[in-house]
């Protein structure tokens, strides 16, 4: 795989959350977020970029990036991290989109997400999102951030994490089927039903 030597994996840094906003409404072009816009979704990444309890990874193959991976210590903390630094940002690029009752449930079932999920006792940690880019698929890089993040969050002393992957993603699932990640359960989130995964961080280190 010579053209995978190229290809740098370095932190998500606020520069880097367009070209992330990118690949996610291309790579993850059904969901919810998605359907928010080019401007909602980089806000999104500089937010998370920007937030002391999250991180990420971009990798970047001649000075374009091919892939990018976010994980949050803290779902909640997040969230308010968002609505207390960047809430009127967020009111107004979301204004725009406000155009029908059915947005404005799904903004509301995002809001809800974490307090709707709290009776399952998951982890707060989560891994948020990935998306290589369709040229760039096929060489191990979504398992290199899955390693990268997992070996953080060991530093960062956290322990388990849980991975939401809608049920309709055959890739990404045959991806954690082929790690040994356990369903634990089924949510169903803006009409998708995903497998809830929970995983050790020292998932790697043990095998
Ligand atoms: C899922 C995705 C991140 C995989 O990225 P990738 O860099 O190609 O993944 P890797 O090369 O590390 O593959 C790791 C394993 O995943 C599985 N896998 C990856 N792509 C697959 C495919 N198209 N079909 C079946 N299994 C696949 C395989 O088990 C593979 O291991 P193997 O090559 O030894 O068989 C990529 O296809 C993608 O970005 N898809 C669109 C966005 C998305 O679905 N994101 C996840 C939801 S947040």
């Known amino acids: 795989m010579p053209e995978n030597n190229v290809v740098q994996i370095v932190s998500l840094t606020p520069e880097y959350a367009q070209e992330a906003a990118r690949l996610h409404i291309e790579g993850i072009n059904q969901g919810f977020i998605s359907s928010?816009?080019?401007?909602?979704?980089?806000?999104l990444y500089r937010?998370?970029?920007q937030d002391p309890q999250s991180f990420g990874y971009v990798a970047v193959k001649e000075g374009k990036v091919v892939?990018?991976?976010?994980?949050t210590a803290n779902?909640?903390?997040l969230y308010k991290s968002i609505m207390k630094k960047n809430g009127f940002q967020f009111a107004f690029l979301l204004f725009r989109k406000l155009v029908s009752w059915r947005i404005i449930q799904?903004?509301?079932?995002?809001l809800f997400y974490p307090s709707r999920i709290k009776k399952y006792q998951f982890p707060e940690a989560e891994f948020l999102s990935m998306s290589v880019s369709p040229?760039?698929?096929g060489h191990g890089l979504a398992t290199r951030f899955v390693e990268m993040g997992f070996n953080e969050c060991q530093k960062r002393g956290i322990q388990e994490l849980k991975i939401l992957a809608a049920v309709t993603i055959g890739p990404i699932n045959k991806m954690y089927e082929k790690f040994g990640?356990?369903?634990v359960a089924h949510i169903e989130n803006h009409g998708i039903v995903s497998n809830v995964y929970v995983v050790r961080t020292d998932h790697f280190a043990k095998s």
Do not use: S, Y
Not at 36 to 43: C, M, P
Not at 67 to 71: C, E, K, N, S
């Open 36 to 43: 928010l816009g080019i401007d909602f979704v980089t806000a």
């Open 47 to 49: 937010a998370i970029a």
């Open 67 to 71: 892939g990018f991976a976010t994980f």
């Open 75 to 77: 779902l909640k903390g």
């Open 106 to 110: 799904k903004v509301f079932e995002t």
């Open 135 to 137: 040229e760039a698929r």
């Open 181 to 183: 990640f356990k369903t």
